[in-house]
């Protein structure tokens, strides 16, 4: 009896240990993120004041409209989310057509085709991008959104992705869909595409994120120039041009930000999948 | 460089008050050899006296804030005074942005019809083969330059073509916080005015508490060379034939490195870059009391004192002084910084017409006066410095005239007016990595500056080549 | 793709190699219909219909493919083999002028100019302060949070909620808190002078200490995977036989996570291999720290878009691809025998 008291304070102590050390991790963690939120509530003066505020006595809510207007966050934000949506439809679909015939199509050069689809992933933007630039010029396509997102528009991940999903598929279903006389294109669309909706959830996540957070594309595709300043661009901007305004700057950062938090959030498992795919077989 | 950083000055504008103190001395000049080219591109005036209807043309500069209305006010003073042209104004927010931007165009074909390029691209703009010389249309409309300062003037001509209009002309400055001189036991109307002296000042304000920032520069030889009538680079700084090296490695540069040097090692002065989120802490920190005094460019007054005024910060009393000189015994001049207004060769001859008649409007008598007024540049010519305009601004804020006087004042020879170098920008970055080995690793005066000038070469050679006349 | 972006891509790498592990089984298995259908084919008039929609087939397997396709060739193949020819010219400093033809010359002069040496010297020193530091914190953090605790999953989220900061936000937020004048450090007495973004030692760490805090919430998802994947049992049944946490970890857990912990390496080696954004952001190119944060990918974009060299960059960015592909080849070969080991 007097053995299993020891063992269970021994196993609250544990528990109480364990709570501890994540606590202090995620606060070291937030750390940053709060202070951001705190600092960009603070008058500039507040802001040099010694010992630093932690909270924000007379939040100035008014740089975070300074930041939407004067700072122009609201056009960043506009061009990021079209560049973006531009590009995660682009990739869904191309990626579903080009998976579709790489799992159900019988074809020459299949095994071929698939490798040099998986070969782009080894090619990264670093390297392609002195040349996409002279080709992005050369279509008139220079800060244009057209710039910012065909080079995106296909994935080999994507593919390998949906392609992985399309082969769970069991045969059986495309054989009764071709009973009842499903085209490739209808069984494409009525089966094979609602079926790999965790895929599919999957791969727009990851290529939301991977959109919106780019960096060294949209600032050498537009020369980092108004209008088609994404937000990412936009806030180097801002704390280029405002530094007594850090604060506004700071709401910049937070507007930034709460996009993709909000999409943590909701898709925190399609996210986790999309990243570890690689990872766990 | 300088103006870089000071197109984006407003937030440091924050924390300096007011100008106050100004400082005049004897008047030098020395008029500047008649341009003397012959074979100039054409530049069609009659084409826009023919024309019907409105000419559009499309302006890119890089004035933001304060400066930027200040602009907006001109062109819109420009637009209504006549009918036959009419400018858009495209802001490219920084000078750098400006020149990638236009470098872009070169391939994508999206050009302006006139640019503002900051000082140091003046070789590499003439590189691009796409500019039409103002000379062209100064030749044409028989455009009088006598009027004009001769350094500003000077700086963007070369080979005796002028080949862009001097439009926002600034120079480096003493910033000081004269209660800080006072307890420091220094004389708050006596800002440094020779290198020396300011070494001194620093060290006294250190010892009472605050001390001097000093932002990275890159112009921070130069500028000094220039103040002792030096050169920077061969053939008369560039300005005679191309520039193939440095010519810096000698005893005035190495005392000056050196000055430097024991400047910041010492502790008496604090460092911050000229780029990147700490850009403007020289700046803040006389805000906020941490140091007395700082040098930094003039065109930052003009959005300061929009700014500020507000009195804040009740321990800052600001004061303006000229540069402090290498040497009060050696007759220099202060090297003009800031930006010239430039006619692209790319567009159609009416355009270019258009452009020159818009150019010569922002770079006339009230113009230029009006400018200065709203930003802190120097006015370019002596007839806006007559103007009421600029007296009764000089008069409240005898800060703005302090760096006029020093472009107005002093010799002007190739060593005081500039250096021309393709690979300006960097260059400018060798000469400031060597700067800063010594503050950061210790490397010896000497021998930052030998590093200086062989890498500054190596960069020049390098361009040299690659463009084929090396 | 950049950040997570390319932490993702590396994910793609990783992924390479297990694609590439199931393609080969599925060759066979297609290989063997194959060889049925040719002797069906032979003859008979059923054979040409089969034939007919076997073409019908590939044709629309193409039509699928083209789009996929034509984007891979333009944005990926073509300007990843049109290195190779701009390495061959030298282009004047100015852009719009015709380049020059040098051949091979200017190779040798760029892969051993300081310049990029100094760089990759400093690219290598970053890796080597980014990917370390993540992975065992990322590790720490994954097995800190694997236990049924009531409220894990809100600590979960908190831990891989950096995952989504972009590089940006990243920089804003800790140019702030770097700063010598604004906030946290003054207070603290932490005055370093020259501050620690102008200071040639500190500048570096500090971008890496960016980067790791960006890079943490990759790195806690992928070793949180990597721990799912080790059935408790095992972790159980060490508990019962006696192990205490501290050998558990080293004899149970690290091992087993090993193929999670080598995936982080890579993708974390290559994360930080192609750092750029806070160093474009918090540094700049005219301050005098840049030499040494010069990393590969800024040099690559400064000889492009600053000295207007497309051959040198061409060159460099060749460099960066073959370090890359070591990188993914070597991650590969493990991973096969990881599979092999399996069997």
Known sequence: MAAETASARHRRLRTLGSYAFLTAAAIVILFPIYVTIVNSLLRPDQLVEQPPPLVPTSPQWHNYVAAWTTGSMSTYMATSAIMTFAIVAGQLVTSILAAYAFAFLRFPLKRTLFVVCLATLMIPLEVTFITNLDTVTSLHWFNTYEGLAVPFLATGFGIFLLRQAFLQIPRDLQEAAQLDGYGHLRFMTRVAVPLARPSLAALGVFSFLAAWNQYLWPLVATGGQTPLNTVQIGLKALLGQQVSQIPISLAGAVIAFVPLLILLLIFQKQLVRSLTAGAVK | MRTTRLSRLTAAALFVITASTATATAVVTADAPAAGASSLPSCNLKALQNHKGVVQVTFWNSMVQANGQTLAAITKAFNSSQNKVHVTLVNQNSYDDTWQKYEAGLTNGQLPDAVQLEDQRTQAAIDTQSFLPVQSCMNAAKYSTSDYLSRPLNYWKVNGVQWALPFSVSAPVVYYNENAFTKAGLNPNNPPTTLADMLKDAKALKASGSGMGLVEDPWHLETWLASANTLFVNNSNGRKGRATKGVFDNKTSVSIFNQLRQLVRSGDATTNPSTGPDEYDNLLGMGSGKYGMTIETSAALGTVTKLLSGGQYSNVKLGIGPFPVYSSSVKGGIEPGGSGVYISKKVPALQQAAAWTYLSYICNTQSQATWAAGTGYIPVRKSSAQTATVQHLWATDPGYKVAYNEINNGVNDPATQGSIIGPYAEVRTDVLNAEVSMYTQGVSAAKAVSTAQKNATQTISGYNSRLGVG | ?343
């Not at chain 3, 049109?82 to 010219?89: D, E, P, Q």
């Not at chain 3, 460099?319 to 080991?341: A, D, H, P």
């Open chain 3, 1 to 343: 793709m950049t950040d997570i972006g390319r932490a993702g891509m590396d994910a793609e790498g990783g992924l390479e190699a297990a694609a590439l592990v199931v393609e080969t089984h599925e060759a066979e298995v297609e290989a063997r219909e194959a060889g049925g259908d040719t002797d069906k084919t032979t003859g008979d008039g059923a054979g040409g219909a089969l034939a007919r929609r076997r073409r019908k087939e590939a044709a629309l397997a193409y039509v699928l493919l083209l789009p996929a396709l034509v984007l891979f060739g333009v944005f990926s193949f073509y300007p990843f083999f049109r290195n190779f020819k701009l390495m061959l010219y030298e282009t004047p400093p100015v852009p719009g002028l015709p380049a020059r033809y040098v051949g091979l010359h200017q190779i040798v002069p760029t892969i051993t100019s300081t310049e990029f040496t100094q760089s990759l010297v400093t690219t290598v020193i970053f890796v080597v302060l980014v990917v370390p530091i993540s992975l065992i914190l990322g590790l720490a953090l994954a097995v800190a949070a694997h236990r049924k605790l009531k409220g894990i999953g809100i600590y979960r989220m908190i831990f891989s909620s950096t995952v989504v900061s972009s590089v940006a936000v990243a920089s804003v937020v800790f140019g702030t808190l770097l700063n010598p004048v604004v906030g946290l450090l003054p207070w603290l007495g932490i005055n370093p002078t020259p501050p620690a973004l102008e200071s040639t030692t500190w500048a570096l760490p500090s971008v890496a200490l960016i980067t790791i805090w960006q890079f943490l919430g990759l790195s806690f998802i992928i070793m949180s995977a990597g721990l799912q994947s080790v059935p408790d049992e095992l972790l159980e049944a060490a508990r019962i036989d006696g192990a205490g946490a501290w050998t558990r970890f080293w004899r149970m857990t690290v091992p087993l996570l090993s193929p999670t912990i080598f995936f982080g390496f890579v993708v974390s080696t290559i994360y930080a291999f192609q750092a750029f954004g806070a160093i474009d952001i918090l540094i700049g190119n005219s301050n005098a720290v840049r030499l040494h944060t010069n990393v590969l990918i800024y040099n690559i974009v400064n000889t492009l878009q600053v000295s207007n060299n497309p051959g040198a960059a061409a060159i460099m960015a060749t460099v960066l691809f073959l370090i890359m592909l070591g990188l993914t080849v070597l991650q590969m070969r493990l991973l096969e025998r990881r599979v092999n080991y399996g069997r």
